[in-house]
T-cell receptor, first 116, second 115 residues
Framework: DAGVTQSPTHLIKTRGQQVTLRCSPK?????VSWYQQALGQGPQFIFQ???????QRGNFPDRFSGHQFPNYSSELNVNALWLGDSALYLC???????????????FGPGTRLTVL | AQSVAQPEDQVNVAEGNPLTVKCTYS??????LFWYVQYPNRGLQFLLK??????LVKGSYGFEAEFNKSQTSFHLKKPSALVSDSALYFC?????????????FGKGTRLHILP
């Protein structure tokens, strides 16, 4: 089991550009969440995808968008990049849970995005 | 609104001594609580979780955490620290009655185990 994989590992962009980050979930998982981890901070929830739809969203602008494919993999897109978007972007996968049970999220190694 | 506080930016412990990493939380309902560890250039690794039941939760690598509802705390503990435990530790919370399963993370505590 390869676990959660993310690509690319590192990325350097300039202000105003657009970026796409990719995530493949752990085998058997159907839910993908994206987090932004700024330097010295804890991960901040961006959004979550389940059944190819955005299920919930954190406090991030519309410049951040995503997609989930039928094989459960996911993409995070960020438009009009600015310096403050520089961070480690983490993808986490899990099995969809309800109120009775909760399945922990498994994280990938992250994509380090630098905006110059 | 949910929130997590990790009051210590850094904790230093001598190898072989017991360690504690503190966490307090705030949710409107009942919490799901988690601890994750992050090694350099790695993603977060799950250590343990509290959902319900016994207040003392045992997890990976000999770590355990105690849920204290009256103090709204979920401190991470280990009886005997190893140098390899040196890493960044995150506490996280989810409100089990929230309509989403968004996890809120603390800012993290850097644990240094001194040889």
């Amino acid at each position: 089991d390869a676990g959660v994989t993310q690509s690319p590992t590192h990325l350097i962009k300039t202000r105003g550009q657009q970026v796409t980050l990719r995530c493949s979930p752990k085998s058997g998982h159907d839910t993908v969440s994206w987090y932004q981890q700024a330097l010295g901070q804890g991960p901040q929830f961006i959004f979550q995808y389940y059944e190819e739809e955005e299920r919930q969203r954190g406090n991030f602008p519309d410049r951040f968008s995503g997609h989930q494919f039928p094989n459960y993999s996911s993409e995070l897109n960020v438009n009009a990049l600015w310096l403050g978007d520089s961070a480690l972007y983490l993808c986490a996968s899990s099995l969809a849970g309800g109120l009775v049970s909760y399945n922990e999220q498994f994280f990938g190694p992250g994509t380090r995005l630098t905006v110059l | 609104a949910q929130s997590v506080a990790q009051p210590e930016d850094q904790v230093n412990v001598a190898e072989g001594n017991p360690l504690t990493v503190k966490c307090t939380y705030s949710v409107s309902g009942n919490p799901y609580l988690f601890w994750y560890v992050q090694y350099p250039n790695r993603g977060l690794q799950f250590l343990l979780k509290y959902i319900t039941g016994d207040n003392l939760v045992k997890g990976s690598y000999g770590f355990e955490a105690e849920f204290n509802k009256s103090q709204t705390s979920f401190h991470l503990k280990k009886p005997s620290a190893l140098v390899s435990d040196s890493a960044l530790y995150f506490c996280a919370v989810r409100d089990i009655y929230a309509r989403d399963d968004k996890i809120i993370f603390g800012k993290g505590t850097r644990l240094h185990i001194l040889p």
